[in-house]
């Protein structure tokens, strides 16, 4: 049997810590990583076949019996297929629901548009009552599902496909936003980057250093609500922001934080995905065509601090 | 509009609770000025019976446990608080601000401002899926004797989810799962038959594992015996309940009517006319 995966092994923390947690399913199974979960807690899991708008319902009754239901699909289908059925069915009543949304952006498994999520968070951050969290790593996952079932009240977890690296970065001073590099008094930008992509602005973050341009990196694992004070102390000092996401324009972490810093009147930039259905390829090669790779993000955040401030 | 039907009279089984049922929700949807009247009136025997029915019912605000009602036909929400006043589960008083703007009784049930109707719905299809996982959370805690009844329209069968939740229940075999379907046979634009029929509905939840019944949607004394029976029958199968009703039931020239659904007001002497048809029909009865 193959090693638990870092999802995997951390649903089944949750579930040991809280006998509350019930792990329900949409006839995506094998590639959401409940495996485990399933296997030490049979009596608190149900896969309820390929039936989201069912699955969230079924959440939702279950919640109001005292459980804490995970529900788990692709984003796309929690996002767009069962969206009104989140709105009215957990949304509204505030019920303690996580739903937990696989394949995102870049990191799905090469199967084009209709399991893509690319909107995904527009569609959750603009629900009432709702948490969103993007993690990066397992240390961040742990943190936010904690929180997430902890809260009370509903919440989404965006999670890449396939390979969620164990630690990126220091294990300590974890929480809803993180400083990850720290440009010091020369830092000439402060770049935000919202979950997965954390990876690939590091390796920005050192290029850059390398060429001599210092910047604060700080990673948002809570897009909503949004923690904006550790982020707007360093912009004001280093005089602008760049924010990086693996989502469309709109709806996502890098238009909230974009609104949150609007009043302090800093020139703000952001690289998303385009407002575009993309096409079908591997993570690599997807963030290459959308510009957020880190030989490309290097080059368009050099050019944009060679344009200076304007 | 259809003309007054001389099925009627038979039609409603007399009974004092849903009679008086009845003329609240007439005089609420007057005072009120609008509202879903002929769905509400279409559940007047449903509703009476499945609160009689019901062992635990006081419970539905606060705790975890005891019976459920989904009314997942939220827009019959004007029927449903007048069965919860009936019941004593809101005051009646509370029925006066129905349809006036920052009512706590919306004109769909909003639980965070009325706890009491357990579950919000309005958007169609939804219900049942609650349903389930209402049932299965009474399982879980051992509470088996707990029941939850979900009371849906024909119209709402157009949808997909109660189909993914007909499809569910008997694979996890919800026997403390009751369904009521409201067969008045017209949804907003008209009757099913023109719009979209749902054909051999017990036929296919029958076929899906559900042991389904039959029953005339406006006699309460028989709706009432075969909710409480079904308590005790098979506890590995959900049940449905197809009740024949009619939309607008016990206002002559609302039956059967697809104007019943939204209609305007009863003046005081039309709801006096229906009150001494309804008792006619009750001493009838007796």
């Given at each position: 049997m193959p090693e638990a995966s870092v999802y995997a092994t951390t649903l089944a923390d949750v579930g040991s810590a809280d006998p509350s947690v019930f792990v329900v399913d949409a006839g995506l199974a094998s590639s959401m990583q409940t495996g485990l979960f399933h296997e030490r807690f049979p009596s608190r899991y149900i896969n309820l076949?390929?039936?989201?708008?069912?699955a969230v319902?079924f959440a939702?009754?279950l919640a109001?019996?005292?459980f804490k239901p995970i529900v788990h699909s692709f984003g796309?289908f929690l996002?767009?297929?069962?969206?009104?059925?989140?709105?009215?069915?957990?949304?509204?009543?505030?019920?303690a629901i996580t739903l937990v949304g696989g394949s995102c952006?870049?990191f799905?498994?090469?199967?084009?548009?209709?399991?893509?999520?690319?909107?995904?968070?527009?569609?959750?951050?603009?629900?009432?009552?709702?948490r969103v969290y993007e993690p990066a790593d397992a240390v961040d996952l742990a943190l936010a599902l904690t929180e997430a079932v902890g809260s009370?009240?509903p919440s989404y977890l965006r999670l890449r496909r396939h390979g969620m690296p164990t630690a990126?970065?220091?294990?300590?001073?974890r929480?809803?936003?993180?400083?990850?590099?720290?440009?010091?008094?020369?830092?000439?930008?402060?770049?935000?980057?919202?979950g997965n992509?954390?990876?690939?602005?590091?390796?920005?973050?050192?290029?850059?250093?390398?060429?001599?341009?210092?910047?604060?990196?700080?990673?948002?694992v809570r897009?909503?609500?949004?923690?904006?004070?550790?982020?707007?102390?360093?912009?004001?000092?280093?005089?602008?922001?760049?924010?990086?996401?693996?989502?469309?324009?709109?709806?996502?972490?890098?238009?909230?934080?974009?609104?949150?810093?609007?009043?302090?009147?800093?020139?703000?930039?952001?690289?998303?995905?385009?407002?575009?259905?993309?096409?079908?390829?591997?993570?690599?090669?997807?963030?290459?065509?959308?510009?957020?790779?880190?030989?490309?993000?290097?080059?368009?955040?050099?050019?944009?601090?060679?344009?200076?401030?304007? | 509009?259809?003309?007054?039907?001389?099925?009627?009279?038979?039609?409603?089984?007399?009974?004092?609770?849903?009679?008086?049922?009845?003329?609240?929700?007439?005089?609420?949807?007057?005072?009120?000025?609008?509202?879903?009247?002929?769905?509400?009136?279409?559940?007047?025997?449903?509703?009476?019976?499945?609160?009689?029915?019901?062992?635990?019912?006081?419970?539905?605000?606060?705790?975890?446990?005891?019976?459920?009602?989904?009314?997942?036909?939220?827009?019959?929400?004007?029927?449903?608080?007048?069965?919860?006043?009936?019941?004593?589960?809101?005051?009646?008083?509370?029925?006066?601000?129905?349809?006036?703007?920052?009512?706590?009784?919306?004109?769909?049930?909003?639980?965070?401002?009325?706890?009491?109707?357990?579950?919000?719905?309005?958007?169609?299809?939804?219900?049942?899926?609650?349903?389930?996982?209402?049932?299965?959370?009474?399982?879980l805690?051992?509470?088996?004797?707990?029941?939850?009844?979900?009371?849906?329209?024909?119209?709402?069968?157009?949808?997909?989810?109660?189909?993914?939740?007909?499809?569910?229940?008997?694979?996890?075999?919800?026997?403390?799962?009751?369904?009521?379907?409201?067969?008045?046979?017209?949804?907003?634009?008209?009757?099913?038959?023109?719009?979209?029929?749902?054909?051999?509905?017990?036929?296919?939840?029958?076929?899906?594992?559900?042991?389904?019944?039959?029953?005339?949607?406006?006699?309460?004394?028989?709706?009432?015996?075969?909710?409480?029976?079904?308590?005790?029958?098979?506890?590995?199968?959900?049940?449905?309940?197809?009740?024949?009703?009619?939309?607008?039931?016990?206002?002559?020239?609302?039956?059967?009517?697809?104007?019943?659904?939204?209609?305007?007001?009863?003046?005081?002497?039309?709801?006096?006319?229906?009150?001494?048809?309804?008792?006619?029909?009750?001493?009838?009865?007796?």
């Open positions: 076949g390929i039936a989201e708008a069912n319902g939702s009754g109001r019996r005292g796309n996002a767009r297929r069962a969206h009104d059925q989140v709105a009215i069915s957990v949304a509204l009543p505030c019920l952006g870049v799905d498994g090469r199967n084009g548009p209709s399991h893509l999520a690319g909107d995904d968070l527009a569609t959750f951050t603009a629900l009432p009552n709702f009370g009240g990126i970065g220091k294990r300590d001073n929480g809803p936003v993180r400083l990850v590099c720290d440009g010091g008094s020369a830092s000439r930008a402060t770049l935000v980057v919202i992509l954390l990876d690939e602005v590091m390796v920005t973050a050192r290029i850059l250093a390398d060429d001599g341009i210092g910047v604060d990196l700080y990673h948002v897009i909503k609500p949004l923690e904006i004070a550790p982020i707007l102390a360093s912009a004001r000092r280093s005089g602008r922001a760049i924010v990086i996401e693996n989502h469309v324009p709109s709806g996502g972490g890098a238009q909230a934080v974009v609104a949150a810093l609007a009043p302090a009147g800093l020139p703000i930039t952001t690289l998303t995905l385009p407002d575009a259905f993309l096409p079908a390829g591997d993570p690599r090669w997807l963030a290459a065509q959308a510009g957020l790779d880190a030989t490309t993000l290097t080059a368009r955040i050099s050019a944009e601090l060679a344009r200076g401030v304007s | 509009m259809t003309p007054y039907s001389h099925k009627r009279a038979t039609q409603i089984e007399g009974d004092l609770r849903a009679a008086r049922l009845r003329l609240l929700i007439l005089r609420t949807h007057a005072a009120a000025g609008a509202g879903h009247l002929g769905s509400s009136l279409s559940i007047v025997e449903i509703l009476s019976a499945l609160y009689s029915s019901n062992l635990h019912h006081a419970a539905q605000d606060s705790a975890q446990g005891g019976d459920r009602v989904v009314l997942s036909k939220g827009h019959a929400a004007l029927g449903l608080y007048c069965a919860l006043a009936e019941e004593g589960i809101i005051p009646h008083a509370a029925l006066r601000t129905f349809g006036q703007n920052g009512s706590e009784l919306e004109p769909h049930p909003n639980e965070t401002l009325l706890p009491q109707v357990a579950v919000s719905t309005g958007s169609l299809g939804q219900g049942l899926s609650i349903g389930l996982g209402l049932a299965h959370g009474s399982r805690a051992g509470r088996d004797e707990e029941r939850t009844a979900v009371v849906l329209g024909d119209g709402e069968l157009n949808e997909g989810q109660p189909w993914e939740a007909a499809i569910a229940a008997p694979r996890l075999r919800l026997g403390n799962l009751l369904a009521v379907v409201d067969a008045n046979g017209l949804q907003q634009d008209g009757t099913m038959e023109d719009i979209m029929p749902v054909n051999g509905l017990a036929d296919a939840w029958a076929a899906l594992g559900w042991q389904v019944h039959s029953a005339n949607g406006h006699d309460y004394h028989e709706l009432l015996g075969l909710f409480t029976a079904l308590r005790k029958e098979d506890p590995a199968k959900p049940k449905l309940v197809i009740a024949r009703t009619i939309k607008g039931c016990g206002v002559p020239f609302l039956e059967n009517a697809v104007e019943s659904h939204y209609p305007p007001v009863l003046d005081a002497g039309e709801i006096d006319l229906v009150a001494r048809m309804i008792i006619s029909a009750g001493s009838d009865d007796a």
